[in-house]
């Protein structure tokens, strides 16, 4: 009878101490013990998060596993906590698995120096190889060259864009990072793509969404073999980037910064020091993970969207041929002039977002915003999926209806409620590229061809299919395109 006693009150301990939350913790669902919410989660989390925060209001909590997280869903809030409060909410959580992947980098280190110094670095290296002197552009450009003569091979029979895009994405990044492009052929940039493609679908594989929330399984089979094989597959990106800085460490002239690495060199004055090399590794790993599969698929999306919406891609070609022409050479500066195509390609960032819940963050010192009290430690979700179809700001969200951004004018409003790229201090540190790359692709494709779907394809495109990793992708589609 005693020893029922002692387990009733150690299972009312239990749940006791499980379901305490401190003083003015935001309010949430309840969950289960040890699990928290986890089993009530589809594979499209930020829909329950979505549907959560009408009872519960914008800020609200759940456990996650042994975690207690907080979701922030509504734009006001967002900009409160990540951009005023940026101080307190800068920082990523300490991840272990993808600290093992690259600890030194940009998107998973947790803060501090070495963050902050290669944000600062990379933020200035991408605006002035980027920006202000065109050279991007130049470069998207010249890309797309080479993509659509891809292209144009497959005139007329049903393909795949998918590999296409992820060349040309990767190539572009290449050429701004290490002063040169590679044939889509060549080994090298081969087993580039190799490795980012296998780091896709690891970023996406539940081992890995498990090991977020409970880190010790990293030392557990099957658990540590998935480790294992994600540091196996990241080693050719390594090896390339040693070899790029080899090269240019030897050619490096302090008066003529070519590209991302010799600015790299300059900036941090690397040495023969193995500690530089691995953070140049990490720095130029992270930025190619973050940068590709984003951009690609952004552009799977939009052309997905703009194949099913063949009014869209009509009017699109209408505008483009007004102001381009059909062989004129798209550029930046167009978009004043195209207010349809802006809000296309803004509308795709709206209907299909990308990173739905964002990259978490994490509360780096106590915190009271709206009379909510965050200990320090708390980690944070920002559901951007949730601004982007918050029916205050929208009128029927679920439709792709580029018309949403122009006003009574005809004129683009670039409305702030869409938000792909997160806010405050880790705001995507490639957005000004990601932006140009959607435009300059976009436009060149709709400019150059005609894109239909297949009609004997027994499996149609469909907007709804797409599987959530780090971020949202498509499942492949067919599609058939026409030189206009
Ligand atoms: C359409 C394409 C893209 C989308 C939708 C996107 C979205 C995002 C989002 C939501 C974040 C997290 C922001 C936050 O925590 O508030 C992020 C971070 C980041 N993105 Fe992007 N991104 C894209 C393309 C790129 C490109 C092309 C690059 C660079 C080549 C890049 C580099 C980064 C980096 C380095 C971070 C981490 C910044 C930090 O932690 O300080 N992204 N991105």
């Known amino acids: 009878m005693l020893l029922l006693y002692i387990l009733c009150a150690v299972i009312a301990f239990g749940l006791y101490w499980w379901y305490k939350k401190p003083d003015k913790f935001p309010p949430g669902p309840k969950g289960l013990p040890l699990l928290g919410v986890l089993p009530y989660l589809s594979a499209f989390p930020e829909r329950e998060f979505s549907a959560w925060s009408k009872k519960y209001g914008p800020i609200l909590s759940v456990s996650m596993g042994w975690q207690d997280w907080i979701v922030l869903s509504d734009y006001d809030v967002i900009i409160e906590t990540l951009v005023k409060h940026s101080d307190e909410f800068h920082e990523r959580p300490y991840v272990r698995f993808f600290c093992m992947l690259t600890s030194n980098g940009v998107v998973f280190t947790p803060g501090g120096q070495k963050w902050r110094s290669h944000r600062r670095f990379g933020v200035g290296a991408i605006r002035s190889f980027g920006g202000s002197k065109g050279v991007m552009e130049k470069k998207i450009n010249e890309e797309a060259l080479h993509f659509t003569q891809q292209l144009q091979e497959l005139e007329g029979k049903p393909f795949q864009i998918q590999d296409i895009l992820t060349n040309a994405v990767s190539n572009v990044f290449c050429n701004i990072a290490f002063g040169r492009r590679y044939d889509y052929d060549d080994a090298k940039f081969q087993s580039l793509i190799e490795s980012l493609v296998a780091l896709f679908k690891i970023a996406g594989n539940w081992k890995t969404n498990a090991m977020m929330f409970v880190p010790f399984l990293c030392d557990i ?21 040693t070899d790029l800085y080899e090269e240019h460490k030897s050619t490096y002239d302090p008066k003529d910064i070519r590209d991302i690495m010799d600015g790299y060199l300059q900036s941090f004055q690397c040495d023969e020091n193995e500690f530089m090399l691995k953070d140049i590794q990490d720095f130029f790993i992270d930025m190619f993970v973050a940068g590709t599969d984003t951009a690609a698929s952004t552009l799977r999306w939009g052309l997905l969207c703009i194949m099913l919406h063949v009014g869209v891609q009509e009017r699109m070609q209408e505008e483009i041929d007004n102001i381009i022409g059909r062989y004129g050479t798209p550029s930046l500066s167009d978009r004043e002039k195209m207010p349809y195509c802006c809000a296309v390609v803004h509308e795709v960032f709206r209907f299909k977002t990308l990173a739905a819940l964002s990259l978490p963050r994490c509360v780096h010192k106590d915190v009271t915003v709206r009379g909510y009290f965050i200990p320090k430690g708390t980690r944070v979700m920002t559901n951007l999926w949730h601004v982007h179809n918050d029916d205050t700001y929208w009128t029927k969200p679920e439709l792709f209806a580029p018309e949403r951004h122009l006003n009574e004018n005809g004129k683009f409003t670039n409305s702030r409620h869409v938000m792909p790229f997160g806010a405050g201090a880790r705001v995507c540190m490639g957005e000004q ?52």
């Not at 990601?434 to 300059?440: K, T, V, Y």
């Not at 907007?463 to 498509?474: D, E, Q």
């Open 221 to 241: 089979p099957p658990f540590s073999w998935h480790v294992q094989k994600s540091m196996e597959s990241i080693q050719p990106i390594r090896d390339m980037i």
């Open 433 to 484: 590229l990601a932006r140009a790359e959607s435009w300059l692709f976009l436009i060149t494709i709709i400019q150059r061809f005609r894109i239909s779907v297949d009609p004997d394809d027994p499996d149609p495109p469909s907007l709804s299919r797409g599987s959530n990793g780090l971020v949202y992708i498509p499942d492949a589609y067919n599609m058939i395109i026409h030189s206009r």
